[in-house]
């Protein structure tokens, strides 16, 4: 599994390359400038760094290399590990990129401790609902990735909205509002804890079912 990696990063090294000077330049400005776009710019680092997995998929399922995969010495179920955790490589150098740029805010005073949280919260819950995309693209094929990436852009955000709802009202009833809710460091540390808790659900659901039909598709 482990070359299976390695071709992954061989195979979109230039598109990881680029992505990662571009989210080094967007952390740059987040640090220095912080403000109501940072929180914007810091999911956009992650997005980035996750596009050269999310691309290698789509250009594996284009090219139909799983007829000639499932003919390796690797079972399914490691090539679909493969997939996951390369994902999950190039999501993690996304998140430590924005981890560096919010401690740099912090320390320079321009992003509040509480506002990182929420931040961080943030890249880490949407990075990991991105991860539909992989069973997504095992049940109906590279020809509708477009599709796909809006159906599960639709997911993550709907998710997203209607959680951050809910709980600022929660949060309201506690505090004076939602607003003033967020503004407390114990309040957003749970909330962006139950979040991040139940995208992970949804993407180990998300594994379990590409897996299982990564496994019985006759390729």
């Not at 600022?168 to 749970?190: C, D, K, P, T």
């Amino acid at each position: 599994m482990k070359g299976l990696i390695i071709g992954q990063y061989y195979a979109t090294a230039k598109a990881l390359i680029t992505y990662l000077i571009i989210s080094i330049l967007l952390a740059i400005v987040v640090s220095y400038f912080g403000g109501s776009g940072s929180d914007f710019m810091c999911l956009l680092i992650v997005m980035l760094m996750v596009s050269a997995a999310t691309d290698n998929l789509k250009n594996e399922a284009e090219a139909q290399w799983y007829k000639f995969a499932v003919t390796l010495p690797v079972s399914r179920k490691q090539i679909v590990q493969s997939h996951f955790l390369y994902y999950l490589i190039t999501m993690m150098i996304g998140v430590g990129i924005v981890i560096i740029a919010l401690i740099a805010g912090i320390m320079f005073g321009t992003i509040a401790v509480v506002n990182a949280v929420t931040t961080l919260g943030i890249c880490l819950s949407i990075g990991l609902w991105v991860l539909l995309m992989y069973p997504f693209t095992y049940s109906v094929g590279a020809d509708k990735s477009n599709m796909i990436q809006v159906i599960v852009t639709i997911i993550a955000l709907g998710f997203f909205f209607v959680f951050n709802f809910i709980s600022l009202i929660i949060g309201g009833s506690i505090y004076e509002s939602g607003g003033e809710a967020m503004q407390h460091l114990e309040f957003e540390l749970i909330r962006q804890s139950i979040f991040i808790v139940i995208s992970l659900i949804a993407a180990a659901a998300g594994y379990f079912i590409g897996l299982n039909k990564f496994k019985k598709t006759n390729f």
